[in-house]
């Protein structure tokens, strides 16, 4: 498996080299709405030099799908789908390619009062010179209360799983964080509270840890002379 980073680490060097080359001879990426909900994306790029004597090629493709369509009034529904490859070929080095894949799905809810949204999306990482394949899950939902008139309430919950499969698996953690915040303005008073938990496993090492954190947020502008400054207090604690 080192000998394969080793390997990807020098070809991303040769990338960097060609980076100006694919920005000037790249061909211009390809749209295409086929319908009022779905639209397409395309971008394949392919580049041929030669340095100190040794060829190189890369071709780079890129495809997407998007998808979005209004379910109920105020409520919407967005899918996605993406695709990249990258193929490295090297006289000096073992050929290299690198094959993602990342479909999303979405609910959003936009309410006159309030935003409510989830996601999720799994992203697929596969190389040829490092065996298996690396996935990483995600779950979020996210509430935003909208009315002026009351304090601004946030709330949000992210799940995250990365693990590798096909593989021995080396690689294989949980995450889940819960995030809140508070935001109000009293006067030219400026106050946040902010609350953070954050639990993590390594299923792996078999060690877990868990988190707390707080946060105080105070700003007031201070008027002088010919100038406005901005006085800011603040106070964590975990």
């Given at each position: 498996?080192l ?19 694919l ?13 009022d ?5 395309a ?117 995250d799983?990365?693990?590798?499969v ?19 303005t ?14 993590a ?38």
């Amino acid at each position: 498996m080192l000998t394969g980073l080793k390997g990807w680490s020098r070809a991303l060097g040769v990338l960097v080299g060609v980076a100006p080359a694919l920005a000037v001879f790249g061909p211009r990426p390809a749209r295409a709405v086929l319908s009022d909900n779905l639209q397409g994306f395309a971008d394949i790029t392919t580049v041929q030099s030669e340095v100190d004597g040794d060829q190189r090629n890369s071709l780079a493709q890129q495809y997407t799908a998007n998808w979005s369509k209004k379910v109920v009034p105020y409520v919407t529904a967005r899918a996605s789908f993406r695709y990249s490859r990258l193929d490295l070929k090297n006289e000096a080095l073992p050929d290299i390619s690198r094959e993602e894949t990342q479909p999303s799905g979405e609910l959003f809810w936009m309410h006159p009062q309030f935003s409510l949204s989830s996601t999720a999306r799994r992203r697929t990482v596969k190389a040829n010179l490092v065996s298996g394949r690396q996935v990483a899950d995600n779950v979020a939902l996210t509430f935003t209360s909208r009315d002026l008139r009351y304090p601004r309430l946030l709330l949000r919950y992210d799940w995250d799983h990365i693990f590798e499969v096909d593989s021995r698996r080396d690689r294989d953690t949980k995450d889940q964080r819960i995030q809140s915040r508070l935001d109000h303005t009293m006067r030219s008073h400026d106050l946040a509270y902010s609350y953070t938990w954050r639990h993590a496993d390594n299923i792996v090492s078999g060690v877990t840890s868990t988190e707390n954190s707080h946060l105080f947020l105070w700003k007031v502008p201070v008027y002088r002379p010919h100038r406005k400054l901005t006085l800011t207090s603040s106070y964590r604690f975990t």
